[in-house]
T-cell receptor
């Protein structure tokens, strides 16, 4: 099955700086990669996703890049704000199933003013 | 639009007592349904998933069980709770097929005392 590793486990950034979270996956047939943001005590919410036929996708201050050859994908947050503080999870679909997602362990992002 | 309802929001139960958590989805038919558990400060552990009525797959052996009595209803149960069952339980749904994001309910915070 799919195995997803996520780094770093914690990330502290100054407000206004950029944050980058990286994930690697093991199954070269995986073709869908969503990112979730979970605020303290809340449910995870989808913030952006990318499919394997696309190398990069942007949505305002958030972007995701995918390198299929290296089997890694990254989340980029620019101009960070205190409300970006949360736990972020990456995920990859398991291609040999009906698309079940395998999640990374999460990254705690802290944005300090 | 689709919505997911999960209840109760919080629950405190003694060790050895039974458990029933319920989740319903509105606005879609034949969704894939999931139960996840999240221990404090940890990642998302998939417990059960279902691709149709009466079809349940278990990811982790434990004293929990799941049932899907109706198309958009998913129930998580236990006959006797253990202390280790404490955690944040999240129901989620996705469209059938590949490359579909998960949409999480608001979660149930279960404390077993």
């Amino acid at each position: 099955g799919e195995n997803v590793e996520q780094h770093p486990s914690t990330l502290s950034v100054q407000e206004g700086d950029s944050a980058v979270i990286k994930c690697t996956y093991s199954d070269s047939a995986s073709n869908y990669f969503p990112w979730y943001k979970q605020e303290l005590g809340k449910r995870p919410q989808l913030i952006i996703d990318i499919r394997s036929n696309v190398g990069e996708k942007k949505d305002q201050r958030i972007a995701v890049t995918l390198n299929k050859t290296a089997k890694h994908f990254s989340l980029h947050i620019t101009e960070t704000q205190p409300e970006d503080s949360a736990v972020y999870f990456c995920a990859a679909s398991e291609a040999d199933s009906w698309g079940k997602l395998q999640f990374g362990a999460g990254t705690q992002v802290v944005v300090t003013p | 639009s689709q919505t997911i309802h999960q209840w109760p929001a919080t629950l405190v139960q003694p060790v050895g007592s039974p458990l029933s958590l319920e989740c319903t989805v509105e606005g879609t038919s034949n969704p894939n349904l999931y139960w996840y558990r999240q221990a404090a400060g940890r990642g998302l552990q998939l417990l059960f998933y279902s691709v149709g009525i009466g079809q349940i797959s278990s990811e982790v052996p434990q004293n929990l069980s799941a049932s899907r009595p109706q198309d958009r209803q998913f129930i998580l149960s236990s006959k006797k709770l253990l202390l280790s069952d404490s955690g944040f339980y999240l129901c989620a749904w996705s469209l059938t097929g590949y490359n579909s994001p998960l949409h999480f309910g608001n979660g149930t915070r279960l404390t077993v005392t």
